[in-house]
């Protein structure tokens, strides 16, 4: 966004202890929204540019704890990305099995 010339605020809700519980089946999950009035063009670059920083994070993420843990199952990493509406505009993950995209 910010090589786009486009602002915007950020905010981060942090996990509240004892709200939700986490099974290890369970990913490790991140939802992302985009909000607000935005021509279509801007939306699909921005939903771009923040699935590709999103997917390298997580993807790192995840390729440390197989390394720390070579033999072990490993928790899976995923993210999707909502659009102004709701819609879900993007949505990836990666497990033992591989990389999925939706």
């Known amino acids: 966004m910010r090589t786009a010339g486009i602002s915007a605020d950020v905010e981060i809700t942090k996990y ?3 709200r939700t ?3 290890f089946n369970q990913p490790e999950a991140v939802a992302f929204y985009i909000a607000g009035a935005m021509s279509s063009s ?3 670059a921005n ?3 923040l699935y590709q920083h999103a997917k390298t994070s997580a993807s790192a993420r995840f390729s440390k704890k ?3 843990n070579p033999n072990g199952l490993h928790r899976p990493e995923e993210f999707t990305i909502y659009g102004p ?3 879900v505009l993007k949505k990836w993950s990666v497990d ?3 990389e999925h995209e939706d």
């Open 42 to 44: 801007v939306l699909s």
């Open 21 to 23: 519980g986490i099974s």
């Open 85 to 87: 509406d709701g819609e």
């Open 47 to 49: 939903a771009n540019d």
């Open 96 to 98: 033992d099995q591989g």
């Open 66 to 68: 197989v390394r720390e």
């Open 16 to 18: 509240v202890p004892g």
